[in-house]
């Protein structure tokens, strides 16, 4: 994991924001956050090693580009959850897709 600033009120830079997935998230209340997460891919079970599912961090949760990432709480998790599910469905769409395409030529 690379190392990141998790300070209230820090404005990350383009290259802060480099490599993470982007989420549009909207609370309850309607406040838009514009979400940066990394990614975990699954990783299989071995003889050595138990394995561990695919997740997300939530690294940066912005609101007019300031990150605020530390005083959301429990909605981290929730935000966690919504983009995995989300990228798991990216990953669905482009694999039909693919296989369409093959189809088709």
Known sequence: MSNHVWATGYKP???D???LYNLVFETAGGLTLDCYLEYEPEERETRD???????MELV?????????????????????EEALSEL?????????FAALERGAA
């Open 88 to 96: 798991a469905d990216e990953i669905e769409d482009a694999a039909l």
């Open 13 to 15: 830079t383009r290259e």
């Open 49 to 55: 090693e138990p394995g561990s599912p695919a997740s």
């Open 60 to 80: 940066w949760a912005l609101v007019g580009g300031i990150d605020i990432s530390e005083v959301i709480g429990n909605l981290s998790e929730t935000i966690e």
């Open 17 to 19: 924001l480099k490599g």
